[in-house]
């Protein structure tokens, strides 16, 4: 007898805010970080993680050429971004469920110290929502099964947030190491030594 196909984990990148906090030359996604930029740092880890294929949502700005040339990874450009994040969770989920997703894994461009580690425990979490804490705080990356994806905000800027926080009976915290420091600011950028301490291998090959 034929057995069922193994359930389908994609993890998605979120890339397409404006980054208006951000002071420097260029888009904070796409300024240097040991070497590469910020937002291909958070795709590597995801990358590195195989947890399944890889969905970056872009907006504000055209990202790397090499990020739509990785192997797993897949682009996908909203147009609609300004309109929230929660539009652009809407992209990734919509492409996830056309190929057939049980469940995705969602962190953001801008959040280069996140490790492959921590997309891997979120994404083993068997809740509705599993969250990744770090020292007791939420954030991310998020696992979404697909059975509260029609719960999600569709406007707005929180993705997953709201629901989190109406059905905590759906949610599990999920210990990761790392650090979810983002980069919103010039001086987020230029304290990135504090946040990866823990860090100990190529920034080649992850955050």
Same mark, same amino acid.
């Given at each position: 007898?034929?057995?069922?196909?193994a359930?389908l984990?994609?993890?998605?990148?979120?890339a397409?805010?404006?980054?208006?906090?951000?002071?420097?030359?260029?888009?904070?996604l796409?300024?240097?970080?040991?070497?590469?930029?910020?937002?291909?740092?958070?795709?590597?880890?995801?990358?590195?993680?195989a947890?399944g294929?890889?969905?970056?949502v872009?907006?504000?700005?055209?990202?790397?050429?090499?990020?739509?040339?990785?192997?797993?990874?897949?682009?996908?450009?909203?147009d609609?971004?300004?309109?929230?994040?929660?539009?652009?969770?809407?992209?990734?989920?919509?492409?996830?469920?056309?190929r @057939?997703?049980?469940?995705?894994?969602?962190?953001?461009?801008?959040?280069?110290?996140?490790?492959?580690?921590?997309?891997?425990?979120?994404?083993r979490?068997?809740?509705?929502?599993?969250?990744?804490?770090?020292? @007791?705080?939420?954030?991310?990356?998020?696992?979404?099964?697909?059975?509260?994806?029609?719960?999600?905000?569709?406007?707005?800027?929180?993705?997953?947030?709201?629901?989190?926080?109406?059905?905590?009976?759906?949610?599990?915290?999920v210990?990761?190491?790392?650090?979810?420091?983002?980069?919103?600011t010039?001086?987020?950028l230029?304290?990135?030594?504090v946040?990866?301490?823990?860090?100990?291998?190529?920034?080649?090959?992850?955050?």
């Amino acid at each position: 007898m034929p057995t069922d196909p193994a359930p389908l984990t994609i993890a998605v990148v979120l890339a397409a805010g404006a980054g208006s906090r951000f002071s420097g030359p260029t888009h904070k996604l796409l300024t240097p970080l040991d070497g590469v930029c910020v937002v291909e740092h958070a795709v590597a880890a995801a990358v590195a993680s195989a947890i399944g294929p890889v969905i970056v949502v872009s907006g504000a700005v055209e990202l790397p050429a090499t990020i739509a040339a990785t192997d797993g990874v897949e682009v996908h450009h909203h147009d609609g971004w300004a309109a929230g994040q929660a539009t652009t969770l809407g992209i990734a989920i919509a492409e996830a469920g056309r190929r @057939g997703a049980d469940a995705v894994v969602v962190g953001l461009g801008d959040q280069p110290f996140i490790p492959p580690e921590a997309w891997q425990a979120v994404a083993r979490s068997a809740a509705a929502i599993g969250i990744a804490t770090y020292r @007791g705080r939420r954030r991310n990356p998020v696992r979404l099964h697909r059975s509260v994806w029609p719960m999600l905000p569709t406007e707005g800027d929180e993705g997953a947030r709201t629901l989190a926080r109406l059905r905590p009976d759906l949610v599990e915290e999920v210990p990761c190491p790392g650090s979810p420091a983002d980069i919103d600011t010039v001086s987020d950028l230029q304290n990135a030594e504090v946040h990866r301490p823990w860090q100990n291998r190529s920034s080649t090959n992850s955050p």
